[in-house]
């Protein structure tokens, strides 16, 4: 059997993967139970017959291009660990501008939160473990989405989120909130990257809107304004090509302070509004 420096060192198997060496140290890590600091601890620990049977199966699994997340069924998002599964979009580290957006637009201590789209509860869980005092309403059109998030809210603890099934806005009771938030569907049918990469383990409802990716973003952004309270705010996660879009989108639905925020790599990746 190798040891675990052995196994590092294997990243040539897994050629199509953009972190390739990542990948294995997330892999190595899960089959021994330990974490990849411990890994570099200890370089020269062999693995059980038994470990490395399954370290070798799924290194064959993510060289077929399956996702690390749905192989180990686990994904950290804002420091919590969420389980994750092909019901959802695996949740991802750019997300976390909008639950730093959403926490500097709106410092109150009491607030009622909508989540449009919530998918693993992701922003809705990040944002309740942050403020304790607020009451977030999570919703998805997919039962299975649901069915996980509340596997998550509960495994948290997080008693401050509420969900219910709901294809945006329908079946949401009238209600006013001071702020919602949405990751939706923002991607072109059209577009190739459907093909290549991790997407393609990805729902396609939870990837594609019509009108070149902009559908869904024009549906909340219309269709906030009966449930946004005066003042609140409207943050939408999109593409980093259609920022300009977005801003055109919240104002002629009658948002105000319409801006578009960058992620690290500079590129517009959401837009707010206020009622």
Not at 139 to 163: C, F, I, M, Y
Not at 196 to 204: A, L
Request: net charge negative.
């Amino acid at each position: 059997m190798a040891t675990i420096k052995q196994n590092l060192a294997r990243s040539g198997e897994l050629e199509h993967s953009d972190s390739a060496r990542l990948d294995i140290e997330v892999l190595l890590a899960h089959v021994l139970g330990r974490s990849r600091t411990w890994l570099y601890t200890w370089p020269e620990h062999q693995l059980a017959p038994g470990e490395q049977r399954q370290l070798d199966e799924l290194l064959v699994r993510r060289a077929a291009g399956e996702p690390v997340a749905h192989i180990i069924g686990r994904r950290e998002f804002w420091s919590l660990d969420l389980k994750v599964d092909a019901s959802t979009l695996i949740p991802r580290p750019e997300t976390e501008l909008l639950v730093e957006t959403a926490l500097e637009l709106c410092p109150r201590e009491h607030l009622q939160v909508l989540d449009l789209g919530t998918g693993s509860g992701a922003i809705a869980l990040a944002l309740a473990s942050e403020r304790p005092g607020w009451h977030l309403l999570a919703v998805d059109k997919s039962a299975e989405a649901l069915t996980l998030a509340e596997e998550n809210r509960r495994a948290l603890g997080l008693g401050n989120v509420e969900l219910l099934q709901s294809d945006w806005f329908s079946a949401i009771p009238p209600r006013q909130f001071g702020l919602v938030v949405s990751n939706p569907p923002y991607i072109d049918a059209a577009d190739p990257h459907l093909e290549r990469g991790d997407v393609r383990f990805e729902p396609r409802s939870a990837l594609v809107a019509e009108r070149a990716g902009l559908a869904d973003i024009e549906r909340i952004a219309t269709g906030c304004g009966a449930y946004l309270e005066a003042g609140g705010w409207l943050v939408v996660e999109h593409g980093w090509q259609q920022a300009a879009e977005a801003r055109r989108i919240f104002t002629a639905a009658g948002l105000r302070e319409v801006s578009s925020r960058d992620d690290y790599s500079g590129r517009g990746r959401l837009t707010v509004g206020r009622k």
